[in-house]
């Protein structure tokens, strides 16, 4: 039994807008997106592995995206989107390990913030913490100067993404410390 780290955000199940929107692929339509978006988790994630969802799970009738739910692999954690409230809904919120606004994650000695939206700033962003978003569907820059980026399905070949390949990612960056509270004291 595997039990891998993966990271994803905004697979909008069941959101009919999202099969002519996201924007590096156009779905023929709303089965192919969520048939497409399953299979790709589930050729990546395992049974035991961890999923952090950074929000916009799906949207449409609360039954449709249970059973959605139950098709996925791994142990999911959502961090609240948007477009939340079926997610929420008494037939899907057993299927979550836990449902927050915000989550600190540590990974042997990285610090990891997830949110659903973009930080400019966070907690020890100035001592190399990490910070994972969504929301956005790639239309914000990804700065080499920045320890953070967008996970969500659209910029990642609706596929959720690895802590190796987060990893492969922050390395390449150019980032250096920029300590905010100079002058604070």
């Known amino acids: 039994m595997s039990n891998e780290i993966f990271f994803t955000s905004d697979t909008h199940f069941n959101h009919v807008k999202c099969v002519e929107l996201f924007r590096n692929h156009r779905f023929n339509n709303l089965e192919e997106m969520n048939e497409t978006i399953i299979q790709n988790w589930n050729n990546v994630v395992s049974k035991g592995d961890k999923v952090y969802h950074l929000g916009d799970f799906a949207l449409g009738r609360p039954s449709d995206a249970r059973q959605i739910l139950d098709r996925l692999n791994g142990q999911i954690f959502l961090i609240r989107g948007n477009h939340d409230q079926v997610a929420e809904h008494k037939l899907c919120r057993d299927k979550f390990v836990w449902i927050k606004d915000v989550h600190k994650l540590k990974i042997g000695e ?76």
Request: glycine content about 6%; charged content about 15%.
């Open 110 to 185: 990285q610090k990891i913030y997830l949110c659903h939206y973009a930080w400019r700033v966070w907690n020890c962003s100035h001592h190399g913490s990490w910070h994972l978003y969504g929301h956005s569907h790639g239309s914000l820059p990804d700065l080499d100067s920045s320890l953070s980026f967008d996970v969500g399905v659209d910029c990642w070949n609706y596929t959720p993404v690895s802590m190796d390949q987060i990893r492969l990612r922050m390395c390449a960056k150019t980032w250096k410390p920029v300590d905010h509270h100079i002058g604070l004291d």
